[in-house]
């Protein structure tokens, strides 16, 4: 399967505590970017990063989450003192930076969380 | 600041009958259009594209048209099948931005009916 992969699928986790989502993206994809998508919206963008450089940050990512890319490859994104309202689907995407194929974001199956 | 607005919530059509889902946006610095798929507890799945160049493109049963005067976009499904039924979102970058971050659109639930 070569597509963006995301794990764990599921997350249930009490106030307070801290969960780390890992994300794998497409192989030779520099560009990577995480949204969050709640029940009746659309998703949200959160972060970009191009190689490991994290690029832009959403006014959304507050500072109790952080996301990193330290090779360039995968990512994760970590919630630290998690609240009920960080309850959402975490989608991870990757894009080419090459020629036409460079305009198409593909997304992972996401990484659900809940908050209890 | 909903740059992206999908006016209609759902849409539900008969099998074999076009289905047609409306989205309307207001930056006029987009120029690039997606539609997504999504189906429950799974990510968006890359449907179409077109570029603020083009007005039209088509791909098998899904064609999208796009009016940069009105600043609409259309995606129509001919024939409609039981297996299109999923939430199908749009989404629009600012190429000038270099990021290439997508705005969403709320979304439209999508009921085709055997």
């Known amino acids: 399967d070569t597509g963006v992969s995301q794990n764990p699928r599921h997350k249930i986790t009490k106030r307070g505590q801290n969960v780390t989502f890992r994300c794998d993206p497409i192989?030779?994809?520099?560009?990577l970017y995480w949204y969050r998508q709640t029940l009746g919206q659309g998703p949200e963008f959160l972060t970009y990063f191009q190689n490991e450089a994290q690029l832009e940050k959403s006014r959304l990512l507050s500072d109790r989450f952080s996301a990193e890319r330290p090779k360039g490859s995968f990512s994760t994104l970590e919630i630290q003192r998690t609240e009920q309202g960080d309850s959402a689907m975490y989608l991870c995407?990757?894009?080419?930076?090459?020629?036409?194929?460079?305009?198409?974001?593909?997304f992972g199956e996401g990484s659900w969380l809940t908050v209890v | 600041d909903q740059q992206v607005k999908q006016n209609s919530p759902s849409l539900s059509v008969q099998e074999g009958r076009i289905s047609i889902l409306n989205c309307d946006y207001t930056n006029s610095m987009f120029d690039y259009f997606l539609w997504y798929k999504k189906y429950p507890a799974e990510g968006p799945t890359f449907l179409i594209s077109i570029s603020s160049i083009k007005d039209k493109n088509e791909d098998g049963r899904f064609t999208v048209f796009l009016n940069k005067s009105a600043k609409h976009l259309s995606l129509h499904i001919v024939p409609s099948q039981p297996g299109d039924s999923a939430v199908y979102f749009c989404a629009a970058s600012e190429g000038s931005s270099n990021t290439g971050k997508l705005i969403f659109g709320q979304g439209t639930t999508l009921q085709v009916k055997p």
């Open positions: 192989s030779e994809h520099n560009r």
């Open positions: 995407a990757s894009r080419s930076n090459r020629g036409k194929a460079g305009n198409t974001i593909y």
